[in-house]
């Protein structure tokens, strides 16, 4: 206990004994440590108004496509450019790689857009995008996008590879909240406060999955243990924000 707690519980002592009330350590040590939970915790992955902290895939300055606006909701602009991957675009990345985390974002997709949010990502010159080693939990306007017609490519599934168990994503234009937890090998994709995949990575069942999915032949794909977060240029309107992610 520390010695704001000691000192908390000492006044609830003499405040019980003056009142002829009982007042248990249990209750007094709850409330202390209610009082002094660290918010700092959880770690923002933007500053709302630049892109420090972040860089193009594969190395360089975010592209111009990429932008924030006035509320810190970081976009991009898919009419600044001409289509995936391609001039002032690019998926980006955070320049900090996370081990054990609990990652915590809003999306909102374009109408009939494809976007994602890719984890565990690894740069090296041998892989030419995020996915060739990250795991994504997609973004997708399930109403009119083409990719939705395939049952793994749905919004909130873990693509390619796990099927949401329910389908709670919102309509193009309207704001989802997401969360991704990997912890020791344990992942959860929750999407707006069902949690739609659990599993358990780097098994043998884990191999399997991959094995029978379209990563099959990207030997780096799902195997590294720790990796930087990216957002993902599809070539669509797509908004992020509320990025935050705290380490477990």
Same mark, same amino acid.
């Given at each position: 206990?520390?010695?704001?707690?000691?000192?908390?519980?000492?006044?609830?002592?003499?405040?019980?004994?003056?009142?002829?009330?009982?007042?248990? +350590?249990?209750?007094?040590?709850?409330?202390?440590?209610?009082?002094?939970?660290?918010?700092? +915790?959880?770690?923002?992955?933007?500053?709302?108004?630049?892109?420090?902290?972040?860089?193009?895939?594969?190395?360089?300055?975010?592209?111009?496509?990429?932008?924030?606006? +006035? %509320?810190?909701?970081?976009?991009?602009?898919?009419?600044?450019?001409?289509?995936?991957?391609?001039?002032?675009?690019?998926?980006?990345?955070?320049? +900090?790689?996370?081990?054990?985390?609990?990652?915590?974002?809003?999306?909102?997709?374009?109408?009939?857009?494809?976007?994602?949010?890719?984890?565990?990502?690894? %740069?090296?010159?041998?892989?030419?995008?995020?996915?060739?080693?990250?795991?994504?939990?997609?973004?997708?306007?399930?109403?009119?996008?083409?990719?939705?017609?395939?049952?793994?490519?749905?919004?909130?599934?873990?693509?390619?590879?796990?099927?949401?168990?329910?389908?709670?994503?919102?309509?193009?234009? %309207?704001?989802?909240?997401?969360?991704?937890?990997?912890?020791?090998?344990?992942?959860?994709?929750?999407?707006?406060?069902?949690?739609?995949?659990?599993?358990?990575?780097?098994?043998?069942?884990?191999?399997?999955?991959?094995?029978?999915?379209?990563?099959?032949?990207?030997?780096?794909?799902?195997?590294?243990?720790?990796?930087?977060?990216?957002?993902?240029?599809?070539?669509?309107?797509?908004?992020?924000?509320?990025?935050?992610?705290?380490?477990?």
């Amino acid at each position: 206990m520390n010695k704001r707690s000691l000192a908390v519980l000492a006044l609830a002592g003499i405040l019980a004994s003056c009142s002829g009330e009982k007042s248990t +350590e249990t209750e007094v040590v709850e409330m202390a440590e209610t009082e002094t939970t660290p918010e700092s +915790e959880w770690i923002p992955l933007s500053d709302g108004s630049t892109f420090a902290g972040w860089h193009k895939y594969g190395g360089g300055e975010v592209g111009k496509a990429w932008k924030i606006d +006035e %509320e810190g909701t970081i976009y991009l602009d898919a009419g600044n450019k001409d289509g995936w991957q391609t001039g002032d675009g690019g998926d980006i990345v955070t320049d +900090e790689e996370f081990e054990n985390f609990h990652f915590k974002y809003d999306w909102k997709i374009g109408e009939n857009g494809n976007s994602g949010v890719i984890f565990y990502v690894h %740069e090296a010159p041998e892989y030419q995008y995020p996915w060739n080693t990250g795991m994504e939990m997609q973004v997708l306007d399930n109403e009119g996008h083409p990719d939705a017609k395939i049952i793994s490519h749905r919004a909130g599934d873990l693509y390619d590879l796990i099927v949401s168990s329910e389908e709670t994503v919102k309509p193009w234009g %309207e704001w989802n909240h997401a969360e991704i937890i990997a912890d020791h090998g344990k992942l959860e994709l929750i999407l707006n406060g069902t949690t739609v995949v659990s599993t358990t990575m780097w098994t043998p069942e884990w191999e399997a999955l991959i094995a029978d999915s379209k990563f099959k032949d990207m030997p780096g794909f799902g195997t590294f243990k720790k990796g930087s977060i990216a957002l993902q240029d599809h070539g669509d309107l797509v908004y992020f924000k509320n990025l935050l992610i705290k380490k477990l």
